[in-house]
């Protein structure tokens, strides 16, 4: 063991005793003040930010867009110049309408959201698949359900962002309202009460294969409680570097859960985690 690694290890033998709780320093402050979308108010710019807020929040796109270099990271990449582009590539395999022009990157956004493997970005492919499959899940189905909607926020979003005039379509009064409605549903800062939701809250299945989702960026979990302690499932989840699982690169893994998760959700998980039969 290197110096680093007996320090960590004594480090969660001992929080392992003193309890979760010195873990996720950050449960006691007040929750951050999300702002809800108003149903008369979905005009482009509304769009836009509502698709912000999709893109870190429901959409869970930042857990793997990002400058981790796990996905593309389409906050900083040019995909003006880049979607255009994947449309006349030899390997593009989908039916989005048009090669050049904002409407074109829309309609590529959007079949990939819904089909990400129509075309997959070379070096991102699922192990062994050379690149003919992608490990993205498809966002309008569970485990992160976007409705169209919400799909085209987050076009609209992306498209601002790179510049583009946004070509999405506005929602109806009604379909707005809906949207609104389903927005003040969901509660972000309100603690989650059991496993399942704790993992669906964070996002765990768009990597791990848990719930049916088939998520393969992470290690199959099944079973896991008869390899790993408590103390360990906790150090995999809040400090997921500190050892990589064989066959896995460092730094996929978000490392920020322990500033997001609430010790009683932390402790769902862990005891989810060790009910996962073989
Ligand atoms: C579990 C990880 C993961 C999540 C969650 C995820 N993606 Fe992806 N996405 C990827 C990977 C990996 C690729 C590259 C492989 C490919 O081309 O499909 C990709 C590709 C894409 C592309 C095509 C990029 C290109 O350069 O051609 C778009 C657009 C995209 N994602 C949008 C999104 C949006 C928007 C969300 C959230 C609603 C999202 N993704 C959620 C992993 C993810
Ligand atoms: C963006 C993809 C991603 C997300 C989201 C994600 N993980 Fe992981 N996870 C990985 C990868 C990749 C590994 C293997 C590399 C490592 O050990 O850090 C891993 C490793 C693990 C391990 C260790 C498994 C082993 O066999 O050593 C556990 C436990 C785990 N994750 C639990 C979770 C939980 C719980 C969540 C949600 C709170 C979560 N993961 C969210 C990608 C992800």
């Known amino acids: ?73 389409l906050l900083e990449m040019d995909l003006a110049k880049a979607f255009p582009e994947r449309l006349t590539d030899a390997r593009y395999a989908g039916i989005a309408k048009g090669k050049t022009g904002a409407k074109a990157v829309e309609n590529y956004i959007i079949e990939s959201l819904k089909d990400p493997s129509k075309y997959v970005v070379a070096g991102f492919g699922k192990k062994g698949s050379s690149d003919s499959i992608s490990p993205m899940p498809k966002v309008d189905a569970a485990p992160i359900e976007l409705t169209n909607i919400e799909m085209n926020a987050v076009t609209a979003f992306l498209q601002d962002r790179a510049g583009l005039t946004p070509t999405v379509s506005l929602p109806s009064a009604e379909e707005a309202s809906a949207a609104s409605k389903s927005e003040d549903d969901e509660d972000e800062a309100e603690p989650v009460k059991t496993g399942v939701a704790a993992i669906e809250k964070y996002g765990c299945a768009t990597c791990h294969d848990l719930e049916g989702s088939e998520g393969d960026l992470g290690p199959k979990l099944n079973g896991i409680g008869n390899k790993m302690s408590d103390a360990k499932l906790v150090e995999a989840i809040v400090k997921p570097n500190a050892e990589i699982a064989e066959g896995y690169e460092a730094d996929t893994m978000p490392d920020d859960f322990g500033e997001q998760m609430r010790v009683s959700e932390l402790n769902l998980i862990v005891e989810y985690l060790k009910k996962l039969p073989e």
């Open 1 to 73: 063991m290197t110096f680093a690694r007996v320090i960590i290890f004594s480090l969660f033998t001992l929080l392992a005793f003193t309890g979760f709780a010195n873990l996720v320093p950050q449960v006691q402050g007040d929750p951050p003040v999300e702002e809800k979308i108003d149903a008369g108010s979905l005009d482009m710019a509304g769009m836009v930010s509502f698709g912000e807020r999709l893109f870190s929040g429901k959409g869970t796109c930042t857990l793997c867009h990002n400058n981790l270099g796990r996905a593309p990271d």
